[in-house]
Nanobody, 115 residues
């Protein structure tokens, strides 16, 4: 079992920055993929960014150039630096860890961007 705990959400004005962090604990195996997803009210959960244990990253088109995902394999943490935030970035952000056929989710951290 894997336990994920997110932190770093909050309220920020448009154009501002936030940094999300996620700490993983439990039975963590190498070769996993960690990432961030988000879900806005009335919308489906969507991918924001992922990063493999080797550092290969993917980003949603809507956040490319503004968000940066990083991880520390030794500490089992993943971070999401979010710059130039827009009101449409407002959502509940979830940390995710995938390994083979197993997927784990955190409880989510709220990000709210005001005009």
């Amino acid at each position: 079992q894997v336990h994920l705990v997110e932190s770093g959400g909050g309220l920020v004005q448009a154009g501002g920055s936030l940094r999300l962090s996620c700490a993983a604990s439990g039975s963590i195996f190498s070769g996993n993929v960690m990432g961030w997803y988000r879900q806005a009210p009335g919308k489906q959960r969507e991918l924001v960014a992922t990063i493999t244990s080797r550092g290969t990253t993917t980003y949603a088109d809507s956040v490319k150039g503004r968000f940066t995902i990083s991880r520390d394999n030794a500490k089992n943490t993943v971070n999401l630096q979010m710059n130039d935030l827009k009101p449409e970035d407002t959502a509940l952000y979830y940390c995710n860890l995938n390994w083979r056929t197993m997927g784990y989710w955190g409880q989510g951290t709220q990000v709210t961007v005001s005009l």
